[in-house]
């Protein structure tokens, strides 16, 4: 989306394996994604596709195994913690639960204050300037300067985090599930804020999340990660109207929609995703796959090119074949319809 | 999965829409139910569910929405008398066939408890028995409730957790929990609920936590439960795209309080409490796709991007939602068109929902 400009992150090939008991555990596997400048982008995934290892992997949390990992042109896998420590102050983190991630010893303006001053990002004196500026920005009441996080909604709190990550003017933010420990109505209003402050200062998001809903009005791009590796990845819209991956396909038509006169035609999944411990060789999804063939497990399935434009692509074998994929789309015809129909007016 | 037949199952069942359904009225209502503590002082309860009126049809889904806090847990509970203390029944009844569920105790309650009504809870490890085998744990309670030998209750579970769409019901009989997914964990407390094939079974957010994928699974696996044995559902969540699916009524709390009850479809369409209005518009906020201008293909309103503005106006919904609050409750439910009731002053807003705008997908978790 920006032309030629370089983006602000890019993992090659980031690979992180756990030895755990009775084996090691490929939590992310080659995993290759690129963030532009001023791009918000959503990681989605089911819970255990390893989506939080990478950004924790992102944020110099861990160790890689193997691979690298690109933020604004350094490598950053094999750098120091001393050496990262001076990009941090531009990549931030929001995480999901404000009630675990605020000191709660410390006020709003200790928390919020805390990264301007260990990464001098403003002199002494302008401490309280921009701390106000922050306040106003993600709408909190200077009044609640010098509360703590328990005397603070949900809602607040989570404000509050978002406050000291943006603090220190970051071009780049990691979003961990920021809203699912918050109600529908709350939810709406955080996603509001995190999409007028990506707009206004221009910031890139990696959000990453399992509630779908919450991706549609805040990311341009959407990146489909399933037992750690990515499926598919696309504009969003792409994405939700347009599935390629058989897995996405099944995916985007599990969600629930809320309107009683629309009805769903749905891919229902039979069995469970297969055990992370051994290293599945070719495409993970292939044991609950209604497409499934030979080719799927023989080796590595590599993106293909699956849209018209704009770097759709999808990490599925139907789509090296000309023929194999017109057949594909033949039979799941029914189905992508009903998904588009839903676009329309009803 | 669409293949099981639950109706085949011991006793026998009216299945679909015949049998008991055309009936003697509905199979629960509960009357003015307030639950409360009683404080320090102990002179006047502090009641957090007031004057809850809610009928539950024979062979019907009703879902009970609201957000954390509303008390549609603690409402859920009252049915099967398992608040926990201080919380307590004040005043009000839950009537089933003519008895009164809330003057029930010892034998007869239990009685009640799972062979009537059933309930699915939210964790569904914590309420498995880490330290026994899922079979053995099955098998104890139909050999209870049912009266049959140990070894035949065996079989039973077994067969019960095939019904239930798991691949290799030995061998997840012979597992502990703690060897089960979350997924699973809830296909065997849903296997266990049916399995006593309860009139009222209630889904206590049964798939909270849950994989998008999963959460399909298990609604479809409910779904078709509910179709096959004729009995109720009441299903808890927090969600408005499950409630769509699978509902046919709807009963939105607030604040203790039970502020609109509709069909489904007209809850969707025509909602008249401003909370409700408010609470899908919420929930639809979230669908308009991020650049709605540039697909317009797709045929969304252009301005359709989210906004929490409310088509009531700030001041009749900050009005009621204070009223529903009020401890020393006037207002009530009106019946504003046939089975669609409205606590206190319906509003009439000309579009809760824009056209269209609906029409988007999105509206939950993965």
């Not at chain 1, 402050?197 to 009005?217: N, P």
């Not at chain 1, 297969?274 to 070719?282: A, E, H, V």
Request: charged share 20%; with cysteine.
């Amino acid at each position: 989306m920006n032309g030629d400009s370089a983006p602000i992150l890019r993992t090659v090939d980031y690979t992180k394996v756990y030895d755990i008991p009775g084996g090691r555990l490929y939590a992310v596997d080659g995993v290759t994604i690129d963030v532009w400048p001023g791009e918000a982008v959503a990681l989605v995934g089911e819970s255990g596709s390893g989506k939080s290892t990478l950004a924790r992997g992102i944020l110099h949390l861990e160790q890689a195994t193997s691979g690298e990992m690109y933020f604004k042109g350094e490598e950053t896998t094999h750098m120091s913690e001393g050496k990262f420590r001076s990009l941090r102050r531009s990549v931030q983190m929001v995480f999901q639960d404000p009630k675990l991630s605020l000191n709660p010893r410390l006020s709003v303006r200790q928390t919020v204050t805390e990264p301007l001053r260990l990464h001098h990002i403003v002199p002494r004196n302008q401490l309280e300037k921009r701390f106000r500026e922050v306040l106003d920005m993600v709408n909190l009441d200077i009044r609640l300067a010098n509360r703590r996080r328990q005397e603070l909604s949900g809602g607040q709190q989570q404000r509050v985090a978002i406050a000291r990550a943006i603090a220190t003017y970051p071009d780049f933010v990691v979003l961990d599930e920021p809203t699912s420990s918050l109600d529908m109505s709350v939810r709406v209003q955080i996603i509001e804020l995190l999409r007028r402050l990506q707009r206004e200062l221009g910031m890139a998001y990696l959000f990453i999340t399992h509630d779908l809903s919450t991706v549609r009005t805040l990311c341009h791009r959407t990146i489909v990660m399933y037992l750690g590796r990515v499926m598919e990845s696309g504009p969003t819209e792409d994405i939700f109207v347009n599935p390629k991956h058989p897995y996405t396909k099944a995916l985007i038509s599990a969600i629930p929609v809320p309107d009683p006169r629309v009805k769903k035609a749905r891919i229902i999944l039979t069995g469970e995703a297969p055990s992370p411990t051994r290293r599945i060789i070719g495409c993970p999804f292939a044991s609950r796959c209604s497409y499934v063939m030979a080719a799927c497990t023989e080796g590595a399935i590599p993106m293909f090119d699956v849209g018209a434009e704009r770097r759709h692509q999808a990490a599925c074998i139907l789509y090296r074949d000309e023929q194999w994929h017109r057949r594909f789309e033949e039979e799941t015809r029914a189905l992508t319809s009903a998904i588009r129909d839903r676009q329309g007016p009803s | 999965m669409k293949a099981q037949s639950y109706a085949a199952a011991g006793k026998p069942m009216s299945g679909g829409d015949g049998g008991r359904s055309a009936a003697q009225g509905p199979l629960l209502r509960i009357e003015d139910l307030t639950i409360g503590y009683f404080g320090q002082d102990r002179d006047e309860p502090v009641r957090i569910i007031r004057n809850v009126d809610l009928t539950i049809d024979h062979n019907m889904i009703v879902g009970l929405v609201g957000e954390s806090g509303s008390g549609k847990t603690q409402t859920a509970r009252a049915i099967l008398k398992l608040n926990t203390r201080p919380l307590q029944p004040l005043e009000g009844h839950i009537f089933m066939d003519g008895v009164d569920l809330l003057a029930l105790t010892g034998e007869k309650l239990r009685a009640i408890r799972g062979d009537k009504v059933a309930m699915i809870f939210q964790d569904p490890r914590a309420s498995l028995n880490p330290l026994m085998r899922i079979g053995d744990q099955l098998a104890r309670i139909y050999a209870l409730h049912q009266g049959i030998s140990r070894a035949a209750a065996q079989a039973e579970a077994i067969e019960m957790l095939r019904r239930c769409g798991i691949a290799g019901p030995e061998r997840v009989a012979r597992s502990y929990p703690h060897q089960l997914s979350g997924g699973m964990c809830q296909r065997v407390m849903i296997s266990l609920s049916l399995g006593m094939q309860p009139d009222l079974l209630i889904a206590d957010e049964p798939t909270t936590g849950l994989d998008v994928t999963i959460q399909a699974q298990i609604l479809e696996l409910i779904q078709t439960a509910q179709r096959e044995t004729g009995s109720s559902l009441l299903l808890i969540t927090h969600d408005l795209g499950v409630v769509a699916e699978v509902c046919q009524r709807v009963a939105v709390m607030y604040a203790g309080r039970i502020v609109e009850f509709a069909p489904v479809d007209e809850l969707f369409t025509h909602p008249r409490h401003p909370y409700a209005i408010h609470l899908l518009q919420a929930s639809l906020a979230l669908e308009a796709p991020e650049k709605a201008a540039e697909t317009p293909a797709s045929g969304y309103p252009a301005e359709a991007s989210p906004s929490l503005e409310l088509s009531v106006g700030q001041e009749t919904y900050q009005a009621s939602l204070e009223s529903a609050r009020d401890p020393d409750a006037t207002a009530f439910m009106v019946e504003v068109s046939p089975g669609h009731l409205v606590l206190g002053t319906p509003v009439t807003v000309d579009q809760a929902v824009p056209s269209g705008f609906l029409s988007g997908q999105a509206g939950a978790k993965v």
